[in-house]
Structures are given as structure tokens and as C-alpha cells.
């Protein structure tokens, strides 16, 4: 059944809800914030009066409950994603849940399952499938730009941010048992995820994950190569404790190539023998609110828009969880 308007409750109103994605769902025709929740009360409190949010709680199940709350954006960090959406799928919710999607792909195959039963939507908020920078790679590569893609390549590595942290003041995203891994799992899955946009699944992988620098227990570094179901190669390394930041992929074609980073803006550049092309975007505002129209155009209408949903969010679960598999073991 198509909903009228799509009444939200955010799990979770931390920094990212601020002006990442909380905004979107009140600037979205047929959508409106009704309601936050945050462990601490006070703080759900402070940020429900600073965006005109008419409820706030400091209980999940609560807002799961609420009769004035249709979906329900879980925006914790991986370690919950499987119980809430679990909670909001038994309730008759919509869920849209933060990336990466869960720990592992075992608890994404539970969550997909337990939607599924109970009818109801799951998105995964791999935002960047709805934004016009990645659309125009989509169109360049349907077009035959680049010809033939041949293989993909990714490179990200930054500066270390955890060094010298005690184990209680390391973010949850060096922790295992709340990200599922280290900075790999909350960044490359950006990048991982977009390659199975642009194209298509992958079918096997193989990978290398190690902890180089000793900062924290999670892995620090990884590199792997996969197949595409196309037959298109594929290679990435990711490292977070270098010297500098960098942030670059390439797909390589048999008439040219695409360069373009996943977390920068620089233009997207195609390069082909009659020489180099560059489109330049500028960033939205609310970075989640072209793919949460998408979602709401889901619920309201006729339409099948979203480009991000619980099974292609598991993929890229899967893909990651094959490539540190050997330091998890």
C-alpha cells in the first residue's frame, strides 16, 4: 500500500543526521520528520527543538511504536543496524538504514529476511547511487565512452587519525564489534558500493586485510582483487595510516577511461584519444537528500526509483567481508 506521506523517525540523531541526512527528510516533498531518538535524552531533546522535530525519545522502541511513524532511518553505528531493523520490520515500518549495512553479511541476510516476512521496504543509505556526479559516470559508461570496460581500479589512503588514542577515546569505527571492521568497512564500502552501481555484482573476491601501524585491534590496510559478473577486473588498496590523503579510482575501457574520486569533489575527467573531457558538480547541500527522494518516490508512488536497497547493500557487505576475512579468522 502507497503511503500519503512518509513520516520519519531518525534512531541515532548524531553528527551525521545534523546536515548529512536529517534535513533531506523534511525538504523532501510528501516527507516530514516526526520524531528523534538518542540514548541520552537531553541531547535528543537539544537537537528535536534545533530542527522543529515535534518528538524525541530517549528509547528505541518507543519511536519503533510510534503510530505517527511510517519509516524509520537508523543512523547507529553497524553493531545495532541488525536488531533495529529487525524491531522496525515487526512493527510494519519502512527501514532505511545506515551503510555499511551490518557487521557481516550473515546479519544483512537476516535483515533482508525479516523485511521480506514482514513486507516492508529496506533501503540501505549508499547515497551517493542518487547523485548526479555518479549518474553522469552511469550515462558515460552506457553510452560507450570508454568502449569495452576492461578492468577498475581504487586507491585511498589518509592519515592516520587514532594514533596515540587510549582504547576508550578510539571512534567506534576502529572497533570490530560496532563497525564490523576498522575504516575500511565505513569508507571503502562507499567506494565498493558504487563499482556495483556502475557495474554490476561481483562474483569473487580475494583480498589481503593487516594491521600495520598497531593503533587499535581492527585491520589498518587492505588489498584485494575481484571478477565482475561481466567478466570487467578489478583491484583496490586502502591503507589509514599514511602520510598524506588520497582518493582516486579509474575505470579503464578498450577506447578510454574515467577517473574520479569517490569522497572529493574534482571534476570527473573521461580521457579517450581525441583527448580529455571534465564535468565538475557541485556537492548538495544535505548529501542524502537526492536518494531519500528516491525512496520517497518509492513509497508514494507507481515508482521502483531507489537505486539502493538490502540486497545490493549485502553485496557489498559480501565483498568486504571476503577481503579481511583472513585477518578475522
Known amino acids: 500500500m502507497k503511503l ?3 513520516r520519519w523517525g531518525i534512531i541515532g540523531c548524531g553528527d551525521v543526521t545534523e546536515v548529512k541526512s536529517g534535513p533531506a527528510f523534511q525538504k523532501v516533498n510528501n516527507s516530514e520528520l516526526v520524531a528523534v531518538m538518542r540514548r541520552t535524552g537531553e541531547l535528543a531533546k537539544d537537537y528535536a527543538e534545533r530542527h522543529q522535530v515535534p518528538k524525541w525519545y530517549d528509547d528505541a522502541d518507543q519511536l519503533i511504536n510510534d503510530p505517527d511513524v511510517n519509516a524509520i532511518y537508523i543512523a547507529t553505528p553497524p553493531g545495532s543496524h541488525k536488531e533495529y531493523t529487525l524491531k522496525a520490520a515487526k512493527a510494519g515500518k519502512t527501514v532505511y538504514v545506515e551503510k555499511p549495512m551490518a557487521r ?4 544483512c541476510q537476516e535483515m533482508i529476511v525479516a523485511c521480506e516476512k514482514a513486507g516492508v521496504p529496506l533501503y540501505v543509505a549508499y547515497y551517493r547511487r542518487a547523485q548526479a556526479r555518479f549518474l553522469k559516470i552511469k550515462e558515460l559508461l552506457e553510452n560507450g565512452a570508454i568502449g ?16 596515540g588514542k587510549q582504547p576508550e577515546q578510539l571512534s567506534w569505527r576502529v572497533q570490530p564489534e560496532l563497525a564490523g571492521g576498522g575504516l575500511f568497512f565505513d569508507l571503502a564500502s562507499h567506494t565498493l558500493d558504487i563499482f556495483d552501481f556502475l557495474l554490476g555484482p561481483i562474483k569473487s573476491v580475494q583480498g589481503i586485510a593487516s594491521n600495520q601501524a598497531g593503533y587499535y585491534s581492527a585491520e589498518d590496510i587492505v588489498s584485494g582483487t575481484f571478477l565482475f559478473e561481466s567478466g570487467v577486473h578489478g583491484v583496490g588498496k586502502w591503507c589509514f595510516t599514511a602520510f598524506e590523503n588520497e582518493d582516486v579510482n579509474e575505470i579503464i575501457g578498450s577506447k578510454g577511461k574515467i577517473t574520479f574520486s569517490t569522497f572529493g569533489n574534482e571534476p570527473i575527467r573521461l580521457t579517450t584519444e581525441q583527448g580529455t573531457e571534465e564535468w565538475s558538480f557541485e556537492r548538495p547541500q544535505h548529501v542524502h537528500q537526492p536518494f531519500v527522494e528516491t525512496i520517497v518516490s518509492d513509497l508514494t508512488s507507481e515508482s521502483s526509483a531507489c537505486p539502493s536497497t538490502g540486497m545490493s547493500g549485502a553485496r557489498t557487505n559480501w565483498v568486504m567481508g571476503e577481503m579481511v576475512k583472513n585477518y578475522y579468522q
Not at 557481516?104 to 546479519?107: F, K, L, Q
Not at 569495452?148 to 594514533?163: G, I, N
Open 104 to 107: 557481516n553479511y550473515a546479519e
Open 148 to 163: 569495452e570496460v576492461r578492468f577498475v581500479s581504487a586507491t585511498q589512503y589518509q592519515m592516520d587519525f587514532e594514533a
Open 4 to 6: 500519503d506521506k512518509v
